[in-house]
């Protein structure tokens, strides 16, 4: 079919290119064109994604917050950890929940549970901001976080409002101000 | 629902060649990624924490209204072959294909809702349709969603949106996807430029079963690559954009093709022809590749556009589990090599052999008639 692959391959700069990625990092555009081969060495087709962000700019380096130097630059499958002795890994984050540290992330690209997006927030911000095009999500809520979030905003208003009942001496407003927020924080609690 | 019910149940529901521009766009598929709070992801997870998160998630799914009668099954209790004929269907991944207890599959009679459970994520939900229709796939799926998050916890943040094993995925777990059948770009070689043209504005272009797979059949599939960031609506609006871009091109490079190397595509296509007519040991890939080009003749007027059905049925049917399947019995490469080609052959005589007169007669009216707005299209 189309014998005409007159891309060569980035890394190996011999053969064809045959695997084509790209990705918006930063507003920045980043491509990269491989062989068949080198595209499997470099894990490219591996369906974590960013393998891209660390192909061109050492992705270990970036993300890796933990004074594990020199691991940085063992990327790659079942790569770094030396074994010698004491590993400073032991200093790295656990997710409270599932057990997942850093150092897991770094071998399979995956996170443990939800939580881990908390335990490890520092870190992943800047791989997020790599990978998306945005850093906030701006798409579906659940119904329930939407009440949640409903309530909050009514809860932060009625807040404000008997802020300026009380500088304004209305006693009465507030009182059925503060009468409303109690009615709401005991929503809040089912 | 049974498994015998999937495989003898004919044509699909989603492979049913009924679909908005079905010519050139295969498939719409659109897949979410689910979680539920705190439990961990099935890579990391125990076999008892995959086994506990599935008797929360299984009941569930299998209590949507439109998973009535559904095929719902363990992996486990599915053999190679079975998990294979799904792969081939697109109705479960490779990756899932690999499991075993822990992992299930739930998908509706039609064959458009298909939900693994313990893929990647807690659940991978994937609605497909055939010809373009995003838009559709999506508003089943978005109900299905809907419907769930009332009985399961469904992990979410407020500024990270829909939490997933792999951070790729954040945001709102959704991968929107076409696959698209362009045999005059890949004969014109326009094909990389126009790979490239996607990739530029970060859409990912793969092969026949997703990342990493070969393009077989000039078929290609393009998807979003980000998650997070955008709204599910305008992730798929700037993919349908595109998508009608592509399949402008293809439109214009068959028109241009037929205009200037007639030819070299009469003899493409009556070569196609006649190998899948006549061979007796073909591979998968050999007929793939000749019956896109069946699939672009029906189109330009070649063969009656019954052909379509029998070539689109083919395209499923020659892939090794259905051929295993049908052939009742463990084969070899070279026996099912023998069987795919009494199976084309077969099938094929549905459809007779090229008419170049007709598509001659057809060309020459459409220049008497829409010639000048046909060239406007071309020049948008």
Redesign the interface.
């Known amino acids: 079919m189309s014998e005409n692959l007159k891309i060569v391959c980035d890394n190996c700069k011999q053969k064809p290119a045959e695997v084509f990625y790209s990705q918006i990092a930063e507003g920045k555009l980043l491509k990269v064109n491989l062989c068949k081969e080198c595209s499997k060495e470099k894990g490219v087709e591996d369906p974590t994604g960013f393998a891209l962000a660390e192909l061109l700019q050492g992705m270990g380096e970036n993300v890796e917050v933990s004074p594990v130097t020199g691991a940085g630059k063992a990327a790659g499958v079942g790569g770094g950890s030396s074994g010698g002795g004491e590993r400073e890994e032991t200093t790295s984050l656990k997710c409270p929940v599932c057990g997942f540290a850093q150092s897991d992330f770094k071998k399979t690209g995956r996170l443990g549970c939800s939580e881990c997006y908390t335990t490890f927030a520092e870190n992943l911000a800047p791989l997020l901001k790599q990978m998306h095009k945005g850093t906030s999500h701006s798409g579906k809520v659940p119904a329930r976080q939407r009440r949640q979030q409903e309530m909050t905003g009514r809860m932060n208003l009625l807040r404000q409002d008997l802020v300026k009942a009380v500088r304004a001496e209305n006693y009465e407003d507030a009182a059925s101000l503060r009468d409303q927020i109690r009615l709401l924080e005991g929503q809040f609690d089912n | 629902m049974k498994f015998s019910g999937i495989i003898n149940g004919g044509a699909s529901g989603w492979s049913q060649n009924d679909g908005p521009q079905h010519d050139i766009v295969i498939s719409s598929r659109v897949r979410l990624a689910r ?7 099935p ?2 997870a125990k076999k008892a924490d995959r086994v506990a998160t599935l008797e929360k998630t299984k009941p569930a799914v299998e209590a949507l209204p439109e998973m009535d009668d559904a095929f719902s099954e363990n992996l486990q209790d599915l053999n190679v072959l079975e998990k294979q004929v799904l792969v081939e269907r697109h109705l479960i991944s490779r ?1 899932h294909a690999a499991k075993g207890v822990g992992s299930a599959v739930v998908m509706n009679r039609q064959q458009t809702l298909s939900i693994m459970l313990n893929e ?1 994520d807690h659940l991978r939900m994937q609605a497909i349709r055939s010809g373009f229709r995003l838009r559709d796939a999506f508003a089943l799926l ?1 109900k299905a ?2 419907a769930l ?2 009985a399961l ?11 997933t ?4 995925n ?3 777990g ?1 991968r929107a996807s076409a696959m698209l059948h362009l045999p005059a770009l ?1 004969l014109k ?1 326009e ?2 430029k126009v ?2 043209a996607v ?2 504005i ?1 859409l990912a ?1 793969r092969g026949l079963y997703g ?2 797979t070969e393009a077989m059949g ?1 078929l290609f599939q393009i998807s979003n ?8 609506e305008d992730i798929i609006g700037n993919l349908s954009k595109v998508v009608e871009k592509i399949i402008s091109h293809e439109r214009n490079a068959r028109e241009v093709l037929l205009e200037q190397k007639p030819a070299t595509l009469f003899d493409q296509i009556g070569r196609a022809y006649g190998i899948l007519t006549n061979a007796h040991s073909m591979t998968g890939k050999e007929a793939l ?1 000749l019956l896109s080009l069946i699939r672009l003749g029906v189109d330009l007027g070649f063969f009656p556009t019954e052909c379509l059905q029998a070539v689109d049925e083919l395209c499923t049917e020659v892939q090794q589990a259905h051929l295993q399947k049908a052939g009742a019995q463990k084969l070899g490469a070279e026996e099912r090599d023998l069987l795919r080609a009494d199976v084309v052959r077969e099938k094929l005589k549905r459809c007779p052999s090229p008419d170049l007169a007709k598509v001659k007669a057809r060309r020459a009216a459409n220049e008497n008639g829409s010639g000048e707005s046909a060239a406007d299209d071309a020049g948008k």
């Open positions: 979680n539920i709070q705190k439990f961990p992801f890579g990391w990756e990647e978005d969603d809907s998050e009332k916890d469904f992990a979410y943040d407020p500024r990270l949106g829909y939490l094993a792999c951070p790729t954040v945001g709102t959704m890949v070689e094909i990389n790979i490239q990739n530029k970060g272009v990342e990493g000039n690559q980000t998650t997070l960031g955008q709204k599910e590749n």
